[in-house]
């Protein structure tokens, strides 16, 4: 399996180099676990023809190719990275199924609200019902967000060290940054500034930056 690392991410993601499209937790990842990787640019255009639909059934970026392996989805992909490479996942077994299940609450059970809320803004504001839509979508990313600023409570990271969890978690957070809600919750915005300071964010960042950057002028 092992090979030269490839992802794709956009040839121009929509947020101009904010790091909100999905390549960044993958890249993010791959800074952490010392990996080099190459990144093949795809438009929208290709993302929905046969070879990109042969790696990423629902045509979307990023993938993840490694030698013969091709995957998608970003929690699978950065499990996989962290799984195979030092410090992304505890050694002890029990704190390594606990860093695995914030995992998955990361993409199942937070990161859906926060999209919700995304979408509710973006594509559905302008619709008649949007206005007394938008604080259903908004009560219920409060509630999770609570939820998590007491389980963080003084902690620096979810359980113990920083690990692919904590990666998740705050790739995921990220996306409320423009909301406001995330600086509602002291504890999360210390916790998602925490995880940017990291010098793998800020490498991860940086490169998907250089390519996404709005031009001057
Ligand atoms: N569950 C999948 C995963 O985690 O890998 C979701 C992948 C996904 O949503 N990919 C998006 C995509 O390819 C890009 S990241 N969309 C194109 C399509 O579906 O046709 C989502 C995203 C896009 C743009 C911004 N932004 O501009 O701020 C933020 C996040």
Redesign the pocket.
């Known amino acids: 399996m092992s090979g030269q690392i490839i992802i794709t991410a ?1 040839e121009r ?3 101009g180099g ?1 790091g ?3 390549d960044t937790r993958v890249r993010w990842a791959l800074e952490e676990a010392g990996q080099p990787y190459e990144v093949r640019l795809v438009s ?1 255009k290709a ?2 023809e046969p070879a990109h639909l042969a790696l990423h059934p ?5 993938t993840y190719e490694e030698g013969s392996l091709a995957l ?4 699978a ?1 950065v499990f996989h990275i962290a799984e195979r490479h030092a410090g992304l996942l505890p050694d002890d077994a029990s704190a390594r199924a606990r860093a695995i299940t914030w995992m998955f609450a990361a ?1 199942n059970t937070v990161e859906p609200p926060i999209l919700e809320l995304a979408n509710a803004r973006l594509l559905e504001g302008n619709k008649p019902w949007s206005k007394e839509r938008l604080p259903l979508v908004e009560g219920r990313v409060r509630d999770r967000l609570k939820q998590l600023s007491a389980h963080l409570g003084t902690a620096d990271w979810l359980d113990g060290a920083f690990s692919a969890a904590d990666l998740m978690m705050v790739s995921v957070l990220l ?1 409320l940054r423009s909301s406001g809600l995330l600086d509602e919750h002291q504890t999360l915005a210390a916790y998602v500034a925490r995880g940017e300071a990291r010098p793998a964010y800020k490498r991860a960042f940086a490169d998907q930056l250089a390519v996404n950057k709005p031009p001057a002028g």
């Open positions: 956009f993601s929509p947020d904010q909100l499209a999905r929208f993302m929905k629902f045509g979307q970026i990023p998608f989805e970003t929690g992909i993409v996306r």
